[in-house]
């Protein structure tokens, strides 16, 4: 068959056929230069380097006579266990953690992360110092790098100490667990796990958040009284089956009482609700306040033997 396209007609055909590779060059270009992009962008930004930890234990012994008292300041992070003994002296045992990138910056961090310690003789103080105290980081550390700054850290605190001594705590975040003191206790804690094993003192707890667990091991509380205030969580109180005392226990707002301790009766005129109860156990005597936000408050026995 006898072609008869004009040459005009072939250079028209040709000059469309020229335009089509462009526009599909054209189109192709920013998926490649996209992905060249992201390559280039998954290049420049390393994985950072694992996190370090270094962790030293710190211990100090003081003597502390009758009637002394000691203030521990906690950490921001960090939990306090204290024991009473009956040696007439204190024993504070600090698990310090560190951490950051490098050993060097561990090093550095171990200077400024630790606790003080203040005393005379019938008071001795625990004062914990760090990047988060603005002032002491000014004093001791004025250039430190805002990225040490950020480093988390902690402090756990084991602290044995006389049994009649007074005690005022102020804890961060962070279980508490303190048994066996019968002094004054004055505590203001965040929130953590706590547990109290007390049978005697004049107690004032301020907690943020619980759990929060009590136990009574004697029939009789030997001192003032006690009470403990928690803003959110559960608080469960264990008496023993053969207590005496008087209890006042209130939930603020959600939440509800649960008492199942068979001793415990309403005082004469009271009635007792879901969020209010004003109970006494065998003779009465002294008073155990408990107070929850928003929480359970849960009133149980356990054996005398436990």
Known sequence: MRNTLTPVSKI?????ALALACALLVLSAPAQSG???SDKKSAAAPAPPPMLKRTTTRREVRRLGYGGSITLYGAPEGSITIEAWEKAE???AADIEQSASTEEELTRLSTINSFLLDEDMSHLRVNTVGVHDRKYLKRVARDLPKTLIAMPWKIDYRLRVPVSVDLEIYAGRGAL?????????RLNGGEGASAFTLAGGDVEATLRGGPVMLRVP???WRGRGMSIRLASGDLTVELPANFSGDINADVLRAGRIENTHPGLAPRERTQPTD???EARAGAGGATLSFTVGDGTLRIKQVSSKQ
Do not use: D, P, S
């Open 275 to 277: 969020h209010k109860l």
């Open 218 to 220: 004697t029939r009789n």
């Open 35 to 37: 992905r060249q992009a």
């Open 90 to 92: 204190v024993e504070i």
């Open 177 to 185: 667990n303190i048994i066996g003191v019968e002094g004054a206790l």
């Open 12 to 16: 028209a055909r040709a000059a469309c």
